[in-house]
């Protein structure tokens, strides 16, 4: 006797439908949020874009430019001395990124592997400092800034970013996924707790390093009101507040101010891009454990 197959083969065509009904709309989802996202990036581009024969306001809006030129682009270099802004957010953002990621697996590491009287009260008091808003703390922190002297200086403005609660908590977790033997074996060598914490515990949280590199890079090179209350001196403006000053000294000019906008947030994705293999990685060890 011949097996019946042809009965099942209906059921197996309806689910493979159903499968790739469901990928589709998948697929589906996942691009309307990415040009949820993308779209006002896109926009902005168009409008730097833009001839200046060309009405960025009519309506309905025209996404395509009738004439595409980089000229606006070049006009922002001539307008103010972003060239300037531009290096003074890298010094500042190269520095504040390079203490913030010193500091913060400092503190995390005897947090994570050392046991003292008051570790996990320290932690609760850390993590609690998360839920305070920068405003809260601007004026104390303005404050100090002045009295020591470092108002109108890029150390002032590396400071609320040196070292931050999650910083030092995205580093706890990363030092709590390496196995407990690792460091016991070393310390067995005689390898003293700083070199145990340089040689043995940093190499293995690399992406959680990188992870936490391209949120303070992003959280300083965007910081837009503490440069604006500790900086006076335009010699030491960043691009944030550049872009502010272009926007006022040509606020009819959208372009100029689309174009440079556009120049201030391509090192933020170049950074991104250069590190998204250990920023995803990284982002979900630190979730996961506990």
């Known amino acids: 006797m011949k097996p019946r197959i042809t009965a099942f083969a209906p059921r197996r065509h309806r689910g493979s439908f159903a499968s790739i009904g469901h990928v589709l709309l998948r697929y ?36 395509l430019p009738e004439q595409p030129t980089l000229r606006n682009f070049g006009r922002v270099f001539q307008a103010l001395p972003f060239f300037s802004y531009f290096i003074n957010s890298v010094f500042v953002a190269v520095i ?9 697996s400092l503190a995390a590491y005897p947090l994570a592997r050392m046991s003292f009287a008051g570790k996990n009260s ?11 808003p920068f405003q809260l703390l601007m004026i104390p922190l303005y404050g100090i800034a002045v009295a020591l002297g470092l108002n109108n200086s890029f150390l002032g403005l590396m400071i609320p970013h040196a070292c931050t609660a999650f910083g030092i908590f995205l580093m706890r977790q990363a030092f709590l996924a390496i196995p407990q033997q690792l460091e016991e ?58 872009v502010n000053k272009l926007a006022g000294a040509f606020g009819k000019d959208w372009r ?7 120049l201030s947030i391509i090192p933020t994705i170049a950074v991104f891009l250069f590190t998204q293999r250990f920023f995803v990685s990284g982002a979900l060890r630190g979730a996961v454990k506990g």
């Open 28 to 63: 589906a989802v996942l691009i309307a949020v990415a040009a949820v996202f993308i779209g006002p990036f896109a926009w902005l581009l168009s409008t730097a874009m833009k001839s200046g024969s060309e009405n960025i306001f009519q309506y309905p809006p025209q996404f």
């Open 96 to 104: 504040a990124v390079s203490c913030n990621l010193v500091f913060c």
């Open 122 to 132: 320290i932690f609760l008091v850390l993590i609690s400092t998360m839920m305070l």
């Open 185 to 242: 074996s070393a310390r067995i060598e005689g390898v003293n707790r700083f070199r145990i914490w340089r040689h043995v515990m940093l190499p293995l949280v690399k992406p959680a390093l990188a992870t936490l590199a391209v949120f303070t890079f992003v959280g300083v090179w965007g910081d837009f009101l503490w440069p604006l209350v500790i900086m006076d001196d335009q010699a030491g403006f960043t691009l944030p507040l550049g």
């Open 256 to 262: 100029l101010v689309a174009a440079g906008a556009i």
